[in-house]
């Protein structure tokens, strides 16, 4: 099997690198103090005519305990958008299977104060079908989910996709959950300057990367309504994602 590597120098070790896009599309973003991404990839690219059947196109940083405690870390995986007939997998200590969205406990990887760890590595397939795959990668507190830090890469295969240029994202805003934690019924704020696109909805997923819930959002601004009687109690993270891209994600808590 042949690996394009892409972040942190690990690419010494593989085939060589044919072509790397660093188009800046998305950025970290971060829910708590204690993690932070070295050198984070936003963006690996790769053509059909120079790529081998079977080809991998991998993502790696290095994630730091950037808190003064001691903390074990597990990472996930939420697919936004995916080419059909592409696979994907990631590497958190060890590599794991496609089905697995949230590394298991029994792999958490201990960080004492000013850790880097250097196992992360985000595995993508295109299997010969051309198109733009967009994932997001967390790392968290085991301790505490919300307490993260967050990385969306997006995996483009073939020539037109390494030269088009990203739509720009509408002017937006949106509020967080009220109450939160929720036991009833809860509403979410948002305006956006403009009106938004045909595809644009509020997804909500639980903790191991499932979605529990999706609305659509069609009107220019207004509120969304949460009925905390949907949810088991737990936390769960709420996304408005507009046209595969996300544009904002927050922390809600059910409590019953």
Known sequence: M??????NNKEISMKKILLFASIA????????????????VSTVAGTLAEM??????????????????????RASRN??????GSANYFCWGVCFGEETNVSP????????????????????????NPGITDIEYCFFNAANSADRTCQTVRFCVDAECLVSVAEPIAEFEISDL????????????????NAPANDTKLVIYNMVGKIVKETAITAKD?????NGEDFESGI????????????STKRMVVAK
Request: charged share 10%; net charge negative; hydrophobic share 40%.
């Open 105 to 128: 406990t029994s792999v958490n990887q201990d960080m004492n104060p000013g850790d880097i760890n250097t196992t992360f590595y985000a595995h993508y397939i295109s299997n010969e």
């Open 52 to 73: 081998s059947p079977g080809e991998e196109l991998v993502a790696a940083w290095n994630v730091q305990n950037i808190s003064a405690n001691f903390i074990e870390v």
């Open 25 to 40: 599309l998305f950025s970290a973003t971060s829910y708590g103090q204690s993690l932070g991404i070295i050198e984070p």
């Open 222 to 226: 207004g509120i969304l309504f949460v």
């Open 79 to 84: 697919v936004i958008s995916a080419v059909q």
């Open 236 to 247: 769960y993270l709420y996304s408005v994602i507009s046209n595969g891209r996300t544009l």
């Open 178 to 193: 009220s109450p939160n934690p929720l036991k009833g019924l809860g509403s979410i704020k948002y305006s956006f300057a």
């Open 2 to 7: 042949i690996f394009r590597i892409f972040g």
